[in-house]
Nanobody, 120 residues
Framework: QVQLVESGGGLVQPGGSLRLSCAAS????????MGWYRQAPGKQRELVAA???????IYADSVKGRFTISRDNANNTVSLQMNSLKPEDTAVYYC??????????????WGQGTLVTVSS
C-alpha cells in the first residue's frame, strides 16, 4: 500500500503566497515523476507542475514565474511554492506520483486533494 498525503491549502488574498506539501508513504522502492495538478469548479483537471527524480521541472504556462516545484528524494516529498496568487488559481490541488512499489509494480498514485482559495 502506498499513499500520498497533501497539506498546506487554505484561503489567501490575491497577491499572497501558499506552500503545498505532499508526502508519499508505504511500500516504496522509488518514485519517478512527482507533480501537482488542479481542478477548478466546472473545469477539467490540469497539470500545474511536475518534477523528475533528477530535478527537471516543467510548469503550466499560467503559473510560470509564480510557482516553484521542489522535491526531497530522501523523504519522498514534493512541494509547490505558490507566489503572486490570483483568483483564477482557486482550485483543488492534487499531488500525483509515479511510484515503484516493493512488489515491483509501477503505480500512479493520487493524493486526496487540498483546496486553495484566492479571494479578497
Amino acid at each position: 500500500q502506498v499513499q500520498l498525503v497533501e497539506s498546506g491549502g487554505g484561503l489567501v488574498q490575491p497577491g499572497g503566497s501558499l506552500r503545498l506539501s505532499c508526502a508519499a508513504s508505504g511500500s516504496i522502492l522509488g518514485i519517478r515523476t512527482m507533480g501537482w495538478y488542479r481542478q477548478a469548479p466546472g473545469k477539467q483537471r490540469e497539470l500545474v507542475a511536475a518534477i523528475t527524480s533528477r530535478g527537471i521541472a516543467i510548469y503550466a504556462d499560467s503559473v510560470k514565474g509564480r510557482f516553484t516545484i521542489s522535491r526531497d528524494n530522501a523523504n519522498n516529498t514534493v512541494s509547490l511554492q505558490m507566489n503572486s496568487l490570483k483568483p483564477e488559481d482557486t482550485a483543488v490541488y492534487y499531488c500525483k506520483a509515479e511510484i515503484h512499489t516493493t512488489n515491483l509494480n509501477w503505480l500512479d498514485v493520487w493524493g486526496q486533494g487540498t483546496l486553495v482559495t484566492v479571494s479578497s
